[in-house]
């Protein structure tokens, strides 16, 4: 299986070498991304053989995931972390819905965000929240930055909404998989603009499953200026 990563991922040796994926839903059973523990191993050792250098682990925390408190997580993170015994360094975070029991959440206090004071916050992908730019508001109020995951997969999402939220600090997370074509022409045409106008603070994968990653990360080439666009993202931070 290792060869075959070696061989085919070519723009991920470059882009995911001491790579941070700040949005991954591989601790194993707890939401819908990876299903069993032998799996999220694996994902994490092809990981390494590509040199992804840390991993924070961002399972949502939504209506539809009702044990997925903070202090649910962490246990389940920790005894998970008791079976790893490779390289990358992991964390948790999580990816919060903001739906109707998104208030509890915050005002509970106890957050998990993907680093410092970052709290990684996505919505329906057809619907804008009611309340959204209170919610935003409220995020920001507790002194924590909002960073919305995938925004180019939002179809409800326009320039003009872009702007607005860019005006209020909100920051921006690429989805990898959005600019290579797996969410459709709209969302890779939407990640293109939205990266080379320098809108993006962050980059994740958004995994789900190590079969598809391996299916999608090849199947569009990138142009020269989206790789510099996503290693220059890449480093943004730290
Ligand atoms: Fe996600």
Do not use: W
Request: proline fraction near 3%.
């Amino acid at each position: 299986m290792f060869g075959f990563l070696r061989k085919e991922i070519i723009i991920k040796s470059e882009i995911l070498t001491d790579f941070t994926d700040y949005h991954s839903h591989i601790l194993p059973n707890v939401d819908d991304g990876i299903k069993s523990v032998e799996k999220a191993l694996a994902v994490l050792d092809s990981y390494q053989v590509l040199g992804v250098k840390r991993v924070v682990f961002t399972p949502h925390i939504m209506a539809d995931y009702p044990q997925n408190s903070a202090q649910f997580l962490r246990s389940k993170f920790e005894e998970f972390k008791r079976l790893y015994t490779g390289e990358i360094e992991l964390s948790l975070g999580a990816e919060y819905m903001l739906d109707a029991k998104f208030e509890k959440h915050l005002n509970s206090g106890d957050l998990l965000p993907i680093v410092d004071n970052y709290l990684l916050v996505e919505t329906s992908y057809i619907n804008s929240p009611i309340n959204f730019m209170d919610q935003l508001r409220a995020i920001q109020s507790k002194g924590y930055f909002v960073v919305l995951a995938h925004p180019e997969r939002y179809n409800y999402m326009q320039n003009d909404d872009y702007k607005q939220l860019k005006n209020i600090g909100v920051l921006f997370q690429l989805n990898l998989l959005s600019i290579v074509g797996v969410y459709g022409k709209g969302a890779e045409q939407r990640a293109k603009k939205l990266l080379h106008s320098g809108c993006y603070d962050f980059v994740g994968t958004d995994i789900h499953n190590l079969e598809f990653h391996l299916n999608v990360f090849h199947r569009r080439k990138l142009s020269k200026k989206d790789i510099n666009g996503i290693l220059y993202l890449k480093n943004k931070l730290f």
